[in-house]
């Protein structure tokens, strides 16, 4: 049968094992065709040697190795090593380069420098095929080992790099290699200072599957290209090319279908290695102008082993963003490296270790001088192993799905990191014992995290991943495409926002890989130029979406920064032009800058619409300031004034007797982000740079089953110590049952609320049992709380005089009817009613949709009044307040009325006010009606608020926190708040 028709016969790529030595190596057969090997051989005359350039100059990458498929078996012709390359449709081509290479087993892959650079070349050999599409390495083989396999890359301009892999010792006697078609890319190498690198080589290898996820590349793979060709620890670099660039420091490639290497170095010189993907028509290489070596061991006590894929990765900043340029395997006696690192001037390392069955700490060291070398050891602990299991929202298991432990030590996040299988469990081991964050991430999925889980546990966590699309564009400049940018992308319905950044590029052309499927907000901002216009774009999973984001020109910008509290000017002071939309910063858009001796600052380009500056100084809080545009079309920030930095210490308070070791602590609500933090043995806790605010505090026990939570004002005018009860106090048994028989809801657990807002919280077992500890000896409310807050049940129990206390909770059938009165049933269907009692925001703080009588149910709670408001895209947020019953079904109406249209202005001397924070709520209940940052304007927007009394609060950074109440009755209207900039908020109606 003819191997030549591929329509007539389709044969499966087989992976088939081999073991040498102790290595097992999967290899693939190739594809050979009995009509070219029963030809005639061309002789040695005929035979085209090549340098590493093709006629036209040009290099062609892919996206990862692509596997001939089979045609056929080999047909045996002596002992000559002759390639055979064709089309997709079996038409010889000629002029193709064709590299004949070792795998390079050296356990620094990812890590070479000129030396192991050199000793690849010298051990490659390369062939250009002649007409008739043949590659004769007849009288230019490499050295063969009985212990080395190796591989074939074929490479053309237009067609894409393709590979096959021979046995230890094989020859390609006939080997046939089919090229598909391919577009072209650009690559650019740039010197230390930006200018094209004359004189550059550009090396091309192929990866294999590790190498790409040591990479961080989310690439998703075809059945062929999986890098199965050999075992993945054993299988490293194999060379495919070496480039020249132009005078112009560029030079052409061909786009594979899956991701490569790229590499580039001059004499000493050296780029960060760079996963090229083939969706990306141009890649800028930055050399470095020397390199440094590292190296190491890793030490583990207690005779652990730190397993058979553990290797060290290492980590630094490049254009702003942390990369992963280099990893290096640990050998068998806990050594790695020495590993070739590009020097850099400035900047830290950060290295790793991962993939081990133990773990250590993140260790950072400074780049040594240009040439020399650092020692990084690491004193590792014994790890232990969880599974994580990756579905999507139909519960299909998602292969290939990176998953991610993460933990905190000293202010340092740690991870552990595994891959999912086909069934989609990954086997995440050296994690640390105790409580973590989950991240999860999959090619074509929405990148999901779950925060404060234990491990290890038995069963595997499940995490669901939702579909994701994508976003494809162009950035341009009255046209031109822009070099240096970043874009922003965020939808309605997710926290913050995703950024790419692009330096040094070629065409202006960004993407986004993992954006929520519909609406989605793209906008585009660069140091040189205003923000682009706003872009709404619906996305689906099918196409990625295209669009262009054209920059617009700037104005000018000045300011003035200030001590908040004497008016003296901070002459060290940092500004940080910042991307805005509307009253929102998305991150900085340009390096920052200083003011002068006066504290005074000229930057640009602004927008003239939206400008905001982060300032940034030593002692003081960060803190972004809105500018306002004035009569000269220009700009104004006016004068800034900066809080300076107070110090929290947090002291946990407890009997001798109890133990506080495993307990975390975060804390939340407040304008300082204070993250999970272990409780050490002192049981004391410093946090630097705090600002003054309202803070819930938590603690959380070691499995995450209980914890409590305390509210604290701190207010501004020094260092705060904040003590904290620990195991103080009186223990409390509590059993829930459903009052019908039925299991309580997953993960139900019981509140348990003592006077002044303080919360503690426990989970129930499988017999809906818990003991709640450290309860002060008051009155207190305990609740049976399921779902999303939901209370089920709540009774008031007094836990003065002796104990042994006890409760039992009741999860029941709602005992309070809302109804709706003065408005249809339609609109009634389009709204939702929230309860919660006043005067605290945790207790019974829910809400529930209409049943089908047009009535809201609820839990009564066990408190003499609460609020019901009822939230309406027409009617807004209207609010009543009631009485509790306590016996019976208790059945309110709530009045809905026409709303009044509340805009409320903050303004200064100079006019209306940017960024003010505000919050407006029902009197006497503390939670908000309407939060959010005044717009340009210095506005809240329009408001709907029913007939009432409302409280409004405003804050900005440096300002004292005031609030101030008002009524409000239809139609509503404007209300001004005159603010002053410096010392404290003065409002006035």
């Known amino acids: 049968m003819s191997r030549l028709d591929r329509n007539a016969v389709l044969c499966a790529t087989v992976a088939v094992a081999v073991l040498v030595g102790s290595v097992a190596y999967i290899l693939v057969p190739r594809n050979t065709i ?31 190795p692509a596997v001939a498929q089979d045609q056929g078996d080999r047909v045996p012709t002596a002992s000559t090593a002759v390639a055979i390359v064709v089309d997709a449709v079996g038409v010889s081509i000629p002029g193709v380069i064709v590299s004949w290479s070792p795998l ?67 020859l390609p006697e006939g080997q046939r290699i089919e090229m598909p078609a391919a577009d072209a890319a650009t690559i650019r190498v740039l010197d230390h200072e930006g200018a094209p690198a004359k004189g550059a080589s550009v090396f091309q290898f192929g990866l294999q599957l590790e190498d790409i996820r ?18 993945t620890r054993e299988a490293c670099l194999s060379l495919v090319r070496q480039f020249e660039v132009n005078d112009r420091g560029t030079v052409s490639v061909s786009h594979g279908r899956f991701p490569m290497l790229l590499l580039a170095t001059r004499e000493a010189e050296r780029s960060q290695l760079s996963l090229h993907s083939p969706r990306r028509d141009s890649v800028t290489l930055h050399l470095s102008p020397a390199t440094m070596s590292a190296s190491g061991r890793v030490m583990v006590a207690d005779g652990a082993k730190f397993g058979v894929d553990a290797r060290v990765t290492w980590l630094w900043a490049v254009d702003g963003t942390m990369k ?74 998602i292969e290939n799905a990176k998953v991610r432990l993460l933990w905190s030590t000293a202010e340092i996040w740690n991870c552990a990191t595994a891959w999912t299988d086909e069934e989609g469990v990954a086997e995440v081991t050296g994690c640390k014992l105790g409580t973590v964050n989950v991240e999860v991430s999959a090619a074509s999925h929405r990148r999901k995290g779950q925060a404060g889980v234990y491990v290890p546990r038995p069963e595997p966590i499940e995490i669901l991943l939702a579909k994701s699309a994508s976003i494809r564009g162009l950035v341009t400049f009255e046209g031109a495409p822009v070099a240096d940018f970043s874009v922003f992308a965020w939808d309605d319905n997710s926290p913050g926002n995703q950024r790419v950044s692009i330096s040094s590029s070629l065409d202006g052309r960004f993407e986004f890989l993992d954006v929520p499927i519909g609406e989605v907000y793209v906008i585009a901002a660069s140091g040189q130029h205003a923000e682009s216009q706003v872009a709404l774009v619906a996305t689906s999973d099918a196409e990625p979406t295209e669009l262009s984001l054209e920059l617009m020109p700037g104005v000018g910008g000045s300011g003035r920064v200030v001590d908040g509290l004497t008016g003296e000017a901070v002459p060290h002071a940092l500004i940080e032009v910042q991307a805005t939309f509307k009253s929102g910063t998305m991150g900085p858009r ?23 500056v982060l300032v940034k100084a030593t002692g003081f809080l960060e803190y972004t300031a809105y500018g306002n545009l004035n009569a000269e079309g220009q700009m104004d920030f006016g004068v800034i004034p900066l809080t300076r930095a107070q110090t929290l210490q947090i ?14 602590f975060y804390g939340q609500d407040g304008p300082t982000v204070m993250t999970f933090v272990l409780i050490p043995e002192s049981g004391r806790l410093e946090f630097e740079d705090v600002a003054p605010g309202n803070y819930t505090f938590n603690l959380i026990s070691p499995d995450g089953s209980g914890g409590s939570k305390h509210r604290r004002r701190l207010r ?19 059993h829930a049952y459903m009052e019908d028989g039925s299991k309580l809801p997953e993960r139900a657990n019981t509140s348990v609320e003592s006077a002044g807002g303080e919360l503690r919280y426990h989970h129930f077992d499988s017999e809906g049992n818990c003991t709640v500890e450290g309860i002060p000896a008051e009155s207190v409310i305990v609740s049976l709380v399921a779902g999303q807050g939901v209370v089920l049940d709540a009774v008031r129990v007094d836990l003065k005089g002796p104990g042994p206390h006890a409760v039992e909770l009741v999860g029941k059938e709602p005992n309070l009817v809302v109804r709706l009165k003065g408005i249809s049933a339609a609109d009634t269907e389009e709204g939702h009613v929230g309860i919660m009692s006043v005067g605290s925001t945790d207790l019974w703080h829910t809400w529930a949709q209409p049943d089908a009588e047009g009535e809201f149910r609820f839990r009564r709670p066990p408190v003499e009044s609460f609020a019901l408001i009822f939230y309406h895209r027409e009617y807004g947020r209207q609010g009543q307040i009631f009485s509790t019953l306590n016996e019976g079904v208790q059945v309110v109406e709530l009045e809905v009325g026409i709303p009044g249209r509340i805009n409320i202005i903050a303004t200064d001397r100079s006019g209306p006010i940017v960024g003010v924070s505000w919050d407006v709520r029902l009197a006497a209940v503390a939670a908000s009606y309407h939060t959010g940052l005044t717009n340009s304007e210095g506005s809240t927007g329009e408001l709907l608020l029913g007939e009432g009394t409302f409280t409004l609060s405003l ?13 409000v009755s239809p139609p509503g209207g404007r209300m001004e708040f005159a603010i002053r900039r410096l010392g404290n908020l003065a409002v006035a109606v």
């Open 104 to 170: 390079q087993p050296d356990d620094t892959r990812l890590s070479w420098g000129p030396a192991e650079i050199e000793m690849l070349l010298a051990a490659t050999k390369f062939a250009t095929t002649d007409s008739s599409g043949r590659a004769d390495f007849t009288h230019a083989r490499p050295d063969l080992n009985d212990a080395q396999p190796t591989v074939l890359w074929a490479t053309k301009p237009g067609f894409a790099p393709t590979f096959v892999a021979l046995a230890p010792g094989e």
């Open 324 to 397: 992963r340029p280099g990893q290096a395997v640990v050998r068998e006696s806990g050594s790695w490296g020495p590993a070739t690192i590009p020097w850099q001037s400035s900047g830290n390392l950060e290295f790793r270790l991962e993939g081990a069955e133990v773990y250590a700490p993140i260790i950072e060291r400074e780049f040594s001088g240009p040439g020399g070398a650092i020692l990084v050891d690491f004193e590792a602990s014994r790890g232990s192993t969880q599974r994580v299991r990756v579905l999507d929202l139909r519960g299909s298991p």
């Open 214 to 231: 040591g990479l961080n590349g989310m690439t998703a793979f075809e059945p062929a290209g999986q890098g199965a060709s050999l075992g």
């Open 955 to 967: 804050s900005r950074s440096g300002y004292w926190h005031i609030e101030h109440d008002f009524e």
């Open 34 to 64: 009995a009509e070219a090997a029963a030809s005639d051989q061309p002789d040695e005359s005929q035979a085209s040697q090549s340098d590493n350039l093709d006629s036209e100059g040009r290099l062609s990458v892919l996206s990862s």
């Open 716 to 734: 501004p005018g020094g260092d705060w110590v904040v003590r904290l009860p620990f195991g103080e106090g009186v223990p409390l048994a509590v």
């Open 590 to 612: 340009k390096e920052r800058q200083p003011v002068d001796a006066t504290g005074q600052f000229h930057l640009g380009p602004f927008g003239k619409e939206n400008a905001a």
């Open 651 to 664: 002291v946990i308070e407890g009997p001798d007797s109890h133990n506080e070791s495993g307990w975390w």
